[in-house]
């Protein structure tokens, strides 16, 4: 794998991050190449496909195909608090609709998506104030060792020129990616897989590459 940098990433035709702690390893296919599918769903646009298939590429040296655009399913969706999709949800869903062709998948839509945030690990209390925890938005969703995770548009318009929409996009795309190949929320503020902690802000701060440390459990 090749080190690279987010921000270097040319835009094409012109997600940060909460993430399913999961237990489990990195992964490497010893098979051959990790071949990466892109699955879009409704109307996502065609540049941000594009986009996130030269970033997965570039910074992951990885194999990236777009697999044909299909409808969000029924029942992901939630009007727990607003009309949206749950991520976990979709996540389970892109995992049970994985291809024999590719070893992972990643969810795009411009729809919002949200999540359930809990106080404590084992998930036995909701986080103050429920009320906005029970159904709670987010940029993106991977789980960790997986096969999966999902990236959404939605949020990431908000005070943004188009060059800072589509550094937002790839940067949260890669991260979901790292927690699928086994990397876990990390403590160091400049690394690209830093927590978001309900902030964009903290996604346009990232240096937009992995910290040695990380990039060293990935090699």
Known sequence: MRKRLIWAI???????????????????????????????????????????????????????????????????????????????????YISDHVPDSVDMVIGLTNKDISVTKYQDAAKTKIKDPEWQYRDFGIFGLGRVGGDACVVSTYRLHGNASTKQYYKRLVRISCHEVGHVLGLHHCPEKKCLMNDANETISTIDKSSGELCQKCWKKIH
């Open 10 to 92: 040319p835009l094409i035709g012109i997600a940060f991050f909460y993430a399913c702690q999961e237990k489990g390893k990195f992964k490497i296919w010893e098979s051959g190449p990790t071949k990466v599918g892109i699955q879009p769903f409704g109307k996502v646009g065609e540049d941000e496909i594009d986009s996130v298939k030269t970033a997965i590429e570039r910074f992951y040296d990885f194999e990236v195909v777009v697999l044909d655009r299909i409808d969000l399913p029924k029942m992901a969706y939630t009007e727990i608090r607003y009309p949206r999709y749950r991520a976990d949800s979709l996540v389970r």
